[in-house]
């Protein structure tokens, strides 16, 4: 009799899940969710296949050490890199042979990019046809414009011998260097003032140099 009530009473209850298919559903679940996830990384791959296997990079000339102002580049000093668009200068060199022989207009730290605004000279003939000098100027004012890569003219100022002239025309700024306080040196044309690299033409660059020796010199901005 009791028997009769339990099954009566187990047969009224409702039927159980099968563990089996609750399994089955989930792991189909699974796989469409997988399905969906390469489908959706398939899509990025088409749309973008560079970021799928990695931004190909461009031939960058960086340089191979520390080098400092007015250093006339040698293939030595420079490297190839391999840069992304996203992150390589604009004007960046694309070769060693562009940069050999050129001037650098500032100081550049091992692996850092070169760019046409860094370097003065002929692109890829190895040779600048010129050289830098180093002037004192007699205005220390107009040292605080200048900047490296600044076009100028170089002046010499008017004595009891000479009038005011101009010694050299369109010369690039290399670097501006400003003499330490208590240097203790005795004064003149050469050691007063901000002392400023030029990159001079060749022609001009020994009249240049031995003029502001004499004479105090200046420069014009473009």
Known sequence: ???????????????????????????RLVRRWLAAALLLAGLIVLIHPASARGTPGTATV????????????????????????????????????????????????AGEPLTDARVLGIPGTGETGRASVPVRLADAGVADLLRSGQHVDVVAAPDALHPASVLAEDVAVVTVSRPEAGGGRAAGPSTQGPLVLLSLPVSVATQVAATSLERPVTVTLR
């Open 1 to 27: 009799m009791r028997g009769t009530i339990v099954e009566t009473l187990l047969s009224r209850l409702p039927a159980l899940p099968d563990l089996s298919r609750l399994r089955g559903r989930r792991a």
């Open 62 to 109: 960086v340089s191979a050490r520390d080098l400092p102002a007015g250093a006339t580049l040698r293939a030595a000093d420079l490297r190839l890199a391999d840069l992304p668009e996203p992150v390589r200068p604009q004007g960046a060199l694309g070769s060693v042979e562009t940069a050999v022989g050129r001037l650098l207009t500032g100081a550049a730290r």
